[in-house]
């Protein structure tokens, strides 16, 4: 059975959904791996180095013919309608896939009675931690978040001794403690930084406190949702969560914001009267600028000046700015969950699996629970 990696064509996004060096897996497996020219080109993986590993390289001309005639497809990001159109029938595709923002493109993918598997909706179990792509996207992106801090911060974030005097060290808020949450607390920890943190589990106090940060505790209402994500809140308890977290803001160099909810639109979590009493100079990095913004007044992909001189970035293609290390998991990722499904060199999902019932979307023709 043939596996196809088309090219990404979504502007920004550099990952790639297979390296080389993860081929071998798919071919021991009784499975050939066809990649389109130049789709690992962002990660340093040149054509000749899939090829070397066993696969086909396939020009971008031909790329209709190729997932015409695919048995899987992987991606990165949702195949676009068109794409999906031209699958034929059985066909498999794994690709992050939202039921919110992909809707025309599942609803192609079940027109062309096409099995499409979405990487968010993968069960949080310990049998799927090794295909569980959020998280180790959410890693990626909560180191880079702490290095965009460290570069555009005007301060040292660790303590120096030096004969012209003591630097101190910058104090970092990090608003939560998931993945990208303690990665960013970890990375701003290694860099020298005096690191607090809060979020709305209290849970979390324990991890934040193992990487060296101080757990800031409102004493509010728990929000531990299902799965260990954090779940919605009222208006009532947003707002007196913003007004305890106000003073410990005012007092941070750097503030990172990395809340989500799965699903919904980022928590807004700081408003503009939160950041206008930072010093100038002071940076903030809202991860959660594509789905919504952390931060009022966030703009995905840019930096802007809000406040009293503050700079405010706003994430986008977070992961995708580390391009090599964020494929090399996420390749790990699909494989696991692509490995799977298949038997004696063919690629047959089980439904009564729970890791593959929960993540199709759509089979038969037919759209699935979650889409």
């Known amino acids: 059975m043939r596996v196809v ?3 990404e064509s979504k502007a920004g996004e550099k990952r790639v959904a297979l390296l080389p060096d993860i081929i071998s897996k798919l071919t021991k ?3 050939s791996v066809s990649i389109e020219s130049g789709a690992g080109i962002h990660t340093g993986a040149s054509d000749e180095s899939y090829i070397e590993q066993g696969a086909a390289i396939f020009s ?3 790329q209709r013919k190729e997932l015409a005639g695919a048995d899987v497809i992987l991606s990165v990001q949702p195949l676009s309608p068109d794409q999906a159109s031209n699958l034929k029938s059985g066909a498999i595709t794994i690709s992050f896939l939202s039921s919110v923002s992909a809707k ?3 609803d192609a993918l079940a027109k062309s009675g096409a099995t499409a598997f979405s990487l968010e909706a993968l069960p949080r179990i310990s049998r799927a931690q090794s295909m569980d792509a959020l998280t180790s996207q959410a890693l990626c992106a909560g180191y880079k978040a702490a290095l965009v801090a460290a570069e555009l911060s005007p301060r ?3 303590l120096l001794m030096t004969a012209a005097g003591t630097v101190t060290p910058a104090n970092v808020l990090v608003l939560g403690a998931g993945v990208a949450g303690l990665q960013a607390i970890a990375t701003s920890r290694r860099l020298g930084a005096v690191v607090s943190a809060y979020d709305v589990r209290p849970s979390s106090a324990d991890e934040v406190k193992s990487m060296g940060a101080t757990f ?3 004493e509010l209402e728990v929000l531990e949702g299902s799965g260990g994500y954090a779940r919605e809140m009222s208006e009532e308890r947003a707002a007196k969560q913003r007004e305890l977290l106000t003073p410990y803001i005012t007092k941070s160099h750097v503030l990172i914001t990395t809340a989500a909810v799965p699903g919904r639109a980022a928590p807004m979590l700081v408003t503009k009267q939160m950041y206008q009493a930072m010093a100038p100079g002071s940076v903030i990095v809202d991860l959660a600028a594509e789905s919504g ?10 930096v802007i000046t809000v406040g009293n001189s503050v700079l405010l970035w706003g994430g986008k293609d977070v992961p995708s700015q580390l391009p090599f290390h964020s494929s090399y998991l996420l390749s790990r990722n699909m494989v696991n969950l692509l490995l799977l499904m298949v038997k004696d060199g063919a690629v047959a999902p089980d439904f009564s699996d729970e890791i593959i019932d929960a993540s199709a979307l759509t089979h038969g023709g037919n ?4 889409a």
């Open 60 to 62: 971008a001309s031909d």
């Open 293 to 302: 913004g952390n931060v009022e007044g966030s703009k995905p992909g840019e």
């Open 29 to 31: 497996a009784g499975l």
């Open 5 to 7: 990696v088309p090219a």
């Open 156 to 158: 040292f974030f660790p």
């Open 216 to 218: 800031i505790d409102l």
């Open 367 to 370: 759209l699935r629970k979650g």
């Open 104 to 106: 025309e493109s599942i």
